[in-house]
Nanobody
Framework: QVQLVESGGGLVQAGGSLRLSCAAS?????????MHWYRQAPGKERELVAG??????NTNYADSVQGRFTISRDRNMLYLQMNSLKPEDTAVYYC?????????WGQGTQVTVSS
């Protein structure tokens, strides 16, 4: 059974940076298996932040984070480098794996950006 564990969240001032990590375990994660970062703010629906395919050049981003966030992966690890953070980036961030059509989610990590 695949398990995803996020880390790296916290409280940061606007303009600051955080790096989120997601460790996958329990099965082999192939580079062809897409991985994503989602986020959910209070009272809002979960939204896709960034996705990555088989290489660190095969990425996509939500318009709201384009140019500020960078997604990357290395073997069983997924990362999200978040720069120039804004209060509206405050949310619980979730790691997601699509492994041969099956969806796996982490438990989430809280990111809070103060103004």
């Amino acid at each position: 059974q695949v398990q995803l564990v996020e880390s790296g969240g916290g409280l940061v001032q606007a303009g600051g940076s955080l790096r989120l990590s997601c460790a996958a375990s329990g099965a082999t994660i192939y580079s062809i298996n897409p991985m994503h970062w989602y986020r959910q703010a209070p009272g809002k629906e979960r939204e896709l932040v960034a996705g990555i395919g088989s290489s660190n050049t095969n990425t996509n981003y939500a318009d709201s984070v384009q140019g500020r966030f960078t997604i990357s992966r290395d073997r069983n690890m997924l990362y999200l480098q978040m720069n120039s953070l804004k209060p509206e980036d405050t949310a619980v961030y979730y790691c997601h794996l699509d492994r041969w059509g099956e969806d796996y989610w982490g438990q989430g990590t809280q990111v809070t950006v103060s103004s």
